[in-house]
């Protein structure tokens, strides 16, 4: 079956140690989260997921062959995508352009012209235009189409992010807290889009959040990361009732209090 998997997966700044032998796999097809107190590793894990981090020993593997040194934009085209931050100079661009100009460290675009015919490029634009439209439909963000992205609301440049990520056809794609910074009706708007997303196209997400309510409807199962190592992996409700997860974020509690 089509997985994503990490083996033995560490990395350390100096002598600290973020990740320790994170091993898991999951099917490239599901919808699948991953919780944790702050600082346990989660974002550092998706950086080595996506390539943005070499870990400093383990392997990632995706649909059955190990990704070795390949970076971010090596990844999305092998279909492992990721959504990023809309970037500030593309703020004043309208969110339409957002989706056109597809990912900034994509290489190659502006040589397209050296290579195709006047035609060529002009229907390689117009396939473009098309999708985008298309996915502005999906999105419900056609009424803001020609406007700038940067007046967007959170919920909604959360969804251009999203956006962006469906651009380039990815086959699985790593979220990193969709929630934060939304309002609770935009919550369960994104939580449907990417059920829609899953169900119609068969993209599979990995998701990190640190609302469990909203999260926990949403995926089949949940990772838990706590000091850099897996500490749990279930149905999201056994998770959440772990005694171990539930000390895990008890622990994580009284740190912030006391600080
Ligand atoms: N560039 C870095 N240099 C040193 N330590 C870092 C760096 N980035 C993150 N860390 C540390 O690694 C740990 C894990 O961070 P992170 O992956 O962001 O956790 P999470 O996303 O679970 O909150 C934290 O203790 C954080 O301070
Ligand atoms: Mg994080």
Known sequence: MSQLATT????????????????LSMSLSGLHGMIGPNGAGKSTFFAVLSGLLPP????VSFDGSVLRAAGPAARARQGLGRTFQIPREFRHLTVRENLMVGPREQPGESLLGLFLSPARVRRAEAEIADKAAQLLDFLRLSAVADKP??????????????????????????L???????????????????REIN?????????????????NRLVEDLYVLDS????????????LADP???AAYMGAMTEEVQA
């Open 244 to 246: 171990r997860v539930r």
């Open 199 to 215: 169900a119609e196209r068969g993209i599979g997400f990995l998701i990190i959040e640190h609302n469990l309510m909203a999260l």
């Open 8 to 23: 033995d997966v560490s990395l350390s700044y100096g002598d600290f140690l973020v990740l320790d032998k994170v091993t």
């Open 176 to 194: 990193d807290e969709p929630y934060a910074g939304v309002n609770p009706v935009l919550i369960e708007e994104i939580s449907q889009r990417i």
């Open 228 to 239: 850099g190592r897996l500490l749990a992996h279930g149905r999201p409700d056994e998770v």
């Open 149 to 174: 992205a940067g007046g967007l609301s959170g919920g909604q440049k959360k969804l251009l992010e999203l956006g962006r990520a469906l651009m380039s056809d990815p086959r699985f794609i790593l």
């Open 56 to 59: 400093s020993r383990g392997s």
